[in-house]
């Protein structure tokens, strides 16, 4: 029996788009719903299922950035820890929706009408045992004409302007540890200083490059260069260590699989 996840944060639509598929498709075993991104990464985690639906606009994390984040990391300890094929849901014009196209990637377009569904249904169909899922480059590739085609001119994040006591300071990218924020700030942490910015994590994702910078919870994401080792407490629950750094930095559920094979 095929399995999937939906993943949508408007609870009216979620609960139309639940009920479409139900009736277009009986065989398909909904394992899961999420409101949000991360709770979405969390059940295609728990569930390994055949197809992911997910919103591209989500609070948390975009639809976009969860299926980054899982593909760039599939094959991680010599696991294929991706084997969920991605559908994107959009209420992207048609203009951008060639972006999709190009990239032979998988969609479906608001509103949700049983002919659009219909259509959908069919190529997942043909998708059960087929081709594999989406590898991250193609995810980027499709990033990338999203961008060009929804926010033109816009540069990769190379510089990040913070403060350092009453000082404005660039501190290029690469020189950064990790990204730490709180209700207010997020702390930008390099191996020589501590500076505070007022840009969202949710934010930055959007600029980073993910085979660089691995989201590892809601509020962090840390340099993949910078990490020195995972241990585990007694809980189980997974820290990172930080080189040059005595803090440790937590590893929420929904990103534990970066570290499973560790």
């Known amino acids: 029996m095929p399995t999937a996840i939906l993943a949508e944060d408007e609870p009216i639509l979620l609960a139309q788009l639940k009920a479409k598929m139900t009736k277009l498709w009986p065989e398909l075993d909904i394992k899961a719903t999420a409101a949000d991104g991360e709770e979405a ?26 299926a980054k984040h899982l593909a760039a990391h599939r094959g991680v300890g010599g696991v294929d820890t991706l084997k969920t094929h991605i559908i994107f849901v959009t209420a992207y014009d048609q203009y951008a929706v060639e972006a999709f196209e190009a990239g032979a990637i998988d969609y479906v377009l608001k509103p949700y ?10 190529r997942l169909k043909s998708r059960l045992g087929a081709q594999p899922p989406a590898p991250a480059q193609d995810l980027d590739s499709l990033m990338r004409r999203l961008a060009e085609k929804l926010n033109p001119g816009a540069e990769p994040l190379t510089w990040i302007k913070a403060s350092i006591g009453q000082q404005l300071r660039l501190i290029p990218v690469e020189e950064v540890l990790y990204f730490q924020s709180d209700e207010k700030y997020t702390v930008v942490m390099t191996p020589e200083v501590e500076a505070l910015i007022k840009t969202p994590i949710k934010e930055l994702l959007e600029g980073l490059d993910p085979k660089k910078f691995w989201q590892i919870h809601r509020s962090t994401i840390v340099a993949a260069k910078a990490i020195e080792a995972v241990t585990r407490d007694f809980r189980g629950q997974a820290q990172v260590k930080i080189k040059g750094r005595k803090e440790l930095l937590t590893v929420s559920r929904p990103f534990s699989h970066l570290f499973k094979q560790m």
């Open 113 to 122: 009408t049983d002919e659009r569904l219909a259509a959908t249904v069919e």
């Open 41 to 66: 990464l969390a059940a295609i985690t728990e569930h390994e299922p055949d197809f992911a639906l997910l919103d591209i606009q989500m609070p948390e994390m975009t639809g976009i950035e969860v």
